[in-house]
Nanobody, 121 residues
């Protein structure tokens, strides 16, 4: 059973930092690239960041580049998103997601339930 469980969200002031975690189980975590995706209130889904299976290659949306860092621990089966210099527009539900082995066809095949990050003074 594939499970992705996000944690670490909450309320933070603008300019603050937060570290999200995603605990993965039910599959060989080290074989799969992972994403963070977010959905702001009243908005559509926005891709945030990607990391390849071994953690050596990362990409970011322009909106978070230089502020967010994606990482993973393939021993502990954990995905992370370190968020610094947070802005109110970062307020969103954040999801971790697993790529299908045939990602070109199927995209991301499993998503966590999401966790809310609220950036407000």
């Amino acid at each position: 059973e594939v499970q992705l469980v996000e944690s670490g969200g909450g309320l933070v002031q603008p300019g603050g930092s937060l570290r999200l975690s995603c605990a993965a189980s039910g599959f060989t975590f080290s074989d799969y690239a992972m994403d963070w995706v977010r959905q702001a209130p009243g908005k559509g889904l926005e891709w945030v960041s990607n990391i390849n299976s071994v953690g050596g290659s990362t990409t970011y949306a322009d909106s978070v580049k230089g502020r967010f860092t994606i990482s993973r621990d393939n021993v502990q089966n954990m995905l992370y998103l370190q968020m610094n210099s947070l802005k109110p527009e970062d307020t969103a539900v954040y999801y971790c997601a697993k790529y299908s082995r045939s990602w070109y066809i199927y995209g991301m095949d499993y998503w966590g339930k999401g966790i809310l990050v609220t950036v407000s003074s």
